[in-house]
C-alpha cells in the first residue's frame, strides 16, 4: 500500500499581536502545528522577548529562520538602496524565502492571522505545494475578538505597543509612522542611531535614500520637527476617536495607522513581516 503523504502544518510567527492570538486559537486545535518565525537579525528586542512569552504559552519552540545572508549584504548588493514600499526586497530575501526553504517541497498548510474585519490580502506562496488558509476570516474574529484572545490567555499585546509602536518587523522598517520613529527615538535610541547610520550617500554610486518618506532621520529628529509630528499625531488620534466614540483604544490605534499609511504609500503594509 502506498504510504500517506504527510502534511504540514506551519504558522508563522511574526511577533505581531494577530499571528500571536492564532497560534493561541489553534494551540489545541492542531496539535501538530510548526510555528516559525523568519528573524532579520533587525528585529526590536521586545519581539524576541514576546516570542518567548508565545512559545511558553504554546509549551513548545519557536523554530528560528534565518536567510543565507542579511539585510548588510542585500543593501550593499542594491546599491545601498534602503528598501520601500515600492524597492521591497527585503521582505522577499529575509521573511519569504527562508520560509519557502524551510516548507521545501513538502504539502504545506501555512496558517495565516488575516482577521475578517481586513480588507488586505494575505501572502500567497507561489509554490504550489503551500496552501494559505485564514481561520480568522473563516470563523469571523475581528480585532476585539483577537484582543480577548490575548488578555485571556495571558500572553498579552506585543511589548513594544507600550511605548507606542504599532508593528512588529525590523526596528528600522519604512512603514513606520512619523510617531513611531519619534518613539524608537526615545525609547531606543541606539537602534535609530543604528537606522540612521543607513541613510548616507552609497559610495559607489552617490545613492542616498531614506527610511522615512520626504526626510532623513536627521531631519526628523530636530527637536522642532519632533514637537510638530507629536502635535500632528495628537489631532489625528483625536479627530478618529471623535468619529469612533464606541471603539476601543486599539482600534483607534489600528485605524489611525491604517490611514496613515493610506496617505503615505497608499499601500496597507507588510503582511509577512507584521500580522
Ligand atoms: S519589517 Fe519592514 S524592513 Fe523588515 S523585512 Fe519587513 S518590510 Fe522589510
Same mark, same amino acid.
Given at each position: 500500500m502506498a504510504e500517506e503523504k504527510r502534511v504540514r502544518h506551519i504558522l508563522s510567527l511574526s511577533g505581531g499581536k494577530d499571528s500571536a492570538a492564532l497560534a493561541i486559537y489553534l494551540r489545541d486545535r492542531v496539535p501538530e502545528m510548526e510555528y516559525i518565525f523568519s528573524d532579520t537579525?533587525?528585529?526590536?528586542p521586545e519581539t524576541y522577548e514576546y516570542l518567548d512569552r508565545i512559545s511558553s504559552y504554546l509549551g513548545q519552540s519557536v523554530v528560528r529562520l534565518n536567510a543565507d545572508v542579511g539585510f548588510d549584504h542585500w543593501y550593499e548588493m542594491y546599491g545601498g538602496m534602503i528598501p520601500s514600499n515600492h524597492r521591497r526586497w527585503c521582505t522577499r530575501a529575509l521573511k519569504l524565502k527562508p520560509f519557502e526553504q524551510y516548507c521545501g517541497d513538502q504539502e504545506v498548510v501555512n496558517y495565516v492571522g488575516l482577521r475578517a474585519d481586513e480588507d488586505r490580502t494575505g501572502y500567497i506562496s507561489h509554490k504550489p505545494n503551500i496552501k494559505a488558509v485564514y481561520p480568522f476570516r473563516e470563523d469571523g474574529l475581528v480585532l476585539r475578538d483577537i484582543e480577548e484572545i490575548l488578555r485571556t490567555s495571558g500572553v @498579552?499585546?506585543?511589548?513594544?505597543t507600550n511605548w507606542g509602536r504599532t508593528r512588529s518587523g525590523c526596528y528600522f522598517c519604512f512603514y513606520q509612522q512619523k510617531i513611531e520613529w519619534v518613539r524608537l527615538k526615545e525609547t531606543h535610541p541606539d537602534l535609530y542611531e543604528k537606522a540612521k547610520?543607513?541613510?548616507?550617500?552609497?559610495?559607489?554610486? @552617490?545613492n542616498f535614500f531614506t527610511w522615512s518618506q520626504g526626510e532623513s532621520l536627521a531631519e526628523l529628529e530636530r527637536p522642532m520637527r519632533i514637537e510638530q509630528i507629536k502635535r500632528e499625531h495628537v489631532i489625528r488620534i483625536e479627530r478618529l476617536a471623535a468619529r469612533k466614540e464606541n471603539a476601543t483604544l486599539a482600534e483607534v490605534f489600528a485605524e489611525a495607522d491604517r490611514t496613515q499609511e493610506l496617505d503615505e504609500d497608499e499601500d496597507q503594509g507588510c503582511l509577512v513581516c507584521q500580522l
Open positions: 537579525q533587525k528585529e526590536l @498579552g499585546m506585543p511589548p513594544y547610520a543607513y541613510e548616507k550617500p552609497f559610495e559607489k554610486t @552617490g
